[in-house]
C-alpha cells in the first residue's frame, strides 16, 4: 500500500467545542480524516498506558486477531493483555468484530496535542 494510501488515526486532545465543530463541518461534507479525541492530558495518558501502546503497535496495520494473538506479539500474559485490550475497546480505540476478535483498523498512529504554560 502507499503511503499515501495509508490509513492514519490521529489521537489528540481536543475540547468538546473542538470536537463539536468537525462533527458539523462533516456534515457539512468537508474531509475530516481519522481523529481519536481526548478532552484532557490526564486522560490521555490514563487509557494510552505504555503497555496498551505496545497493543497498539503491534496491531497496527495487521488486521483482526484473537486476544492470545496479540498477548503473543506483545510477550504478555493473556488475562493481562485482556484487560487491556477491554480498556482500549471501551475507549474506542480498538474495535470487536463480529467473529470476536479485536483490530486496530489503522496503518498509521499521528498523536497530535500541544501543552502551553498555565494560567
Not at 4 to 30: C, N, P, Q, W
Not at 44 to 67: C, D, N, V, Y
Not at 94 to 117: C, M, Q, S, W
Amino acid at each position: 500500500m502507499a503511503e499515501s494510501e495509508m490509513s492514519t488515526v490521529v489521537f489528540e486532545i481536543a475540547s468538546l467545542d473542538r470536537v463539536k465543530k468537525r462533527v458539523a463541518a462533516a456534515f457539512r461534507g468537508e474531509p475530516q480524516g481519522q481523529f481519536i479525541s481526548f478532552n484532557s492530558v490526564e486522560l490521555f495518558s490514563s487509557i494510552l498506558t505504555p503497555k496498551r501502546w505496545e497493543i497498539i503497535k503491534a496491531m497496527t496495520g495487521q488486521g483482526p486477531m484473537s486476544i492470545r494473538e496479540a498477548a503473543r506479539r506483545v510477550g504478555r500474559d493473556v488475562k493481562a493483555v485482556h484487560g487491556d485490550v477491554h480498556a482500549l475497546i471501551n475507549a474506542g480505540v480498538l474495535n470487536r468484530t463480529e467473529d470476536g476478535k479485536v483490530v486496530f483498523p489503522y496503518d498509521a498512529v499521528h498523536v497530535d496535542f500541544t501543552i502551553t504554560k498555565a494560567a
